[in-house]
């Protein structure tokens, strides 16, 4: 990760953990491979529990929400309402501390959500850049720690370029005779 890079840890998601799972090891690419489908799996179920404490979470503000209604329209001189409406009832609900506690818990819940999709996200491209490498290996990009090996397109030019020198050396043989 690049120096001063901030990254916003939350208690369910250890920002650090993510970035050491997503880190590739060019050298030990099939240990990646391995651990690869492992680690997917565990952001994959993370997601799917951050969906459904989400869920639970919106259930819980929408039992507030509900039982706040009541609780106003029941005493709305309580809430100092003149008039109750719908309008003036929700809004009444809004303003309490105990339906903004609630909201505030849906939203972090909502955070995790979006944290972990970006996660599996992070994680299908890591997978993209596995088969990438791979496919670089296979082609002989990299030969060593040091840096990318000779490129097939280079090797291809030097070919080309022994062919022509052997074509022109047939030609000088053949203006001298020695070849038919």
Do not use: C
């Amino acid at each position: 990760m690049a120096e001063g890079t901030d990254v916003v840890d939350t208690p369910e998601v250890p920002a650090r953990v993510l970035m050491d799972d997503l880190f590739i090891d060019r050298n030990d690419l099939p240990t990646e491979w391995e651990n690869h489908p492992q680690m997917y799996m565990y952001w994959a179920e993370e997601h799917t529990y951050a969906i459904l404490d989400r869920d639970r979470q919106k259930d819980q503000l929408d039992l507030t929400f509900a039982d706040l209604d009541g609780q106003i329209r029941n005493a709305p001189e309580e809430y100092k309402l003149t008039k109750v409406t719908d309008a003036t009832v929700s809004a009444a609900i809004k303003r309490t501390e105990l339906y903004q506690d609630e909201q505030e818990r849906f939203h972090q819940a909502n955070l995790v959500v979006n944290r972990m999709a970006a996660a599996k996200a992070a994680m299908d491209s890591k997978r993209r850049a596995l088969d990438n490498m791979t496919t670089l290996l296979i082609h002989e990009h990299y030969n060593s720690n040091t840096g990318p090996a000779e490129s097939t397109v280079n090797r291809g030019m030097k070919s080309q370029d022994r062919f022509t020198e052997a074509q022109k050396e047939k030609e000088k043989k053949q203006k001298r005779g020695l070849v038919d």
